[in-house]
């Protein structure tokens, strides 16, 4: 079956302009999360949602950064006004349920460039 | 706060070398513990996970096991393969509930026929 999809896979804009990100996650899978994963570094976790709410938006750096799952499937990751230091790869990743036994899958990612 | 601590790369060996890529973490209450690969054009995949103290996970002739008194996840292998080359990810899981992943930095795995 299909995986986790992210759309676009590579998107390059110019500071100060906005940008969204896409995940399509596993179908029927409730918990979904948005990682960052910046050159030569791990992922860090940016935001988790349980069905349609986000539970932890703890990882988001700062109030240009949102994201929204409105109908507890597809998620969109928002960046207002671009700066260069947020080019990274974001990751989106799901799992059937919001507990370690479940497997979670990650998408491709969608490589940010901000010039 | 959590955070994973990885041996850095990159790492060349020969095929059928022995592997170790070494890992420790510092976390509060008892974490699971995980190794995932990135394979060249991939994305992460699981590879291996322990969830308790003492736990060995395994799989594709990759090991490691959850040693609490060292804080620490040592990924082995003993005999790599030049298929083995991607790039590994030693991370935790707090199990407060959200399950989010501290991840290290990664080690970049080169096997060379």
């Given at each position: 079956g299909?995986?986790?999809?992210?759309?676009?896979?590579?998107?390059?804009?110019?500071?100060?302009?906005?940008?969204?990100?896409?995940?399509?996650?596993?179908?029927?899978?409730?918990?979904?999360?948005?990682?960052?994963?910046?050159?030569?570094?791990?992922?860090?976790?940016?935001?988790?949602f349980?069905?349609?709410?986000a539970?932890?938006?703890s990882?988001?750096?700062?109030?240009?950064?949102?994201?929204?799952?409105?109908?507890?499937?597809?998620?969109?990751?928002?960046?207002?006004?671009?700066?260069r230091g947020?080019?990274?790869?974001?990751?989106?990743?799901?799992?059937?349920?919001g507990?370690?036994?479940?497997?979670?899958?990650f998408?491709?990612?969608?490589r940010?460039?901000?010039? | 706060?959590?955070?994973?601590?990885?041996?850095?790369g990159?790492?060349?060996?020969s095929?059928?070398?022995f592997?170790?890529?070494n890992?420790?973490y510092t976390a509060?209450?008892?974490p699971?513990?995980f190794?995932?690969?990135?394979?060249?054009?991939?994305?992460?995949?699981l590879l291996?996970?322990a969830?308790?103290?003492?736990?060995?996970?395994s799989?594709?002739?990759f090991e490691?096991?959850?040693?609490?008194?060292?804080?620490s996840?040592?990924?082995?292998?003993?005999?790599?393969?030049?298929?083995?080359?991607?790039?590994?990810?030693?991370?935790?899981s707090?199990?407060?509930?959200?399950?989010?992943?501290?991840?290290?930095t990664?080690?970049?795995?080169t096997?060379?026929?």
């Amino acid at each position: 079956g299909a995986g986790v999809s992210q759309t676009p896979s590579n998107k390059v804009t110019e500071k100060g302009k906005y940008v969204e990100l896409r995940c399509d996650p596993i179908s029927g899978h409730t918990a979904l999360y948005w990682y960052r994963q910046s050159l030569g570094q791990g992922p860090e976790f940016l935001i988790y949602f349980q069905g349609t709410g986000a539970a932890d938006d703890s990882g988001l750096p700062n109030d240009r950064f949102f994201a929204v799952r409105p109908e507890g499937s597809v998620s969109t990751l928002k960046i207002q006004r671009t700066e260069r230091g947020d080019s990274a790869m974001y990751l989106c990743a799901s799992r059937l349920t919001g507990t370690a036994n479940s497997p979670l899958h990650f998408g491709n990612g969608t490589r940010l460039t901000v010039t | 706060g959590n955070s994973v601590t990885q041996m850095e790369g990159p790492v060349t060996l020969s095929e059928e070398a022995f592997l170790t890529i070494n890992c420790t973490y510092t976390a509060t209450g008892y974490p699971s513990l995980f190794w995932y690969v990135q394979y060249p054009g991939e994305g992460l995949q699981l590879l291996l996970k322990a969830t308790k103290a003492d736990d060995k996970g395994s799989n594709k002739g990759f090991e490691a096991t959850y040693r609490k008194e060292t804080t620490s996840f040592h990924l082995e292998k003993g005999s790599v393969q030049v298929s083995d080359s991607a790039v590994y990810f030693c991370a935790l899981s707090a199990n407060f509930g959200n399950e989010k992943l501290t991840f290290g930095t990664g080690t970049r795995l080169t096997i060379i026929p």
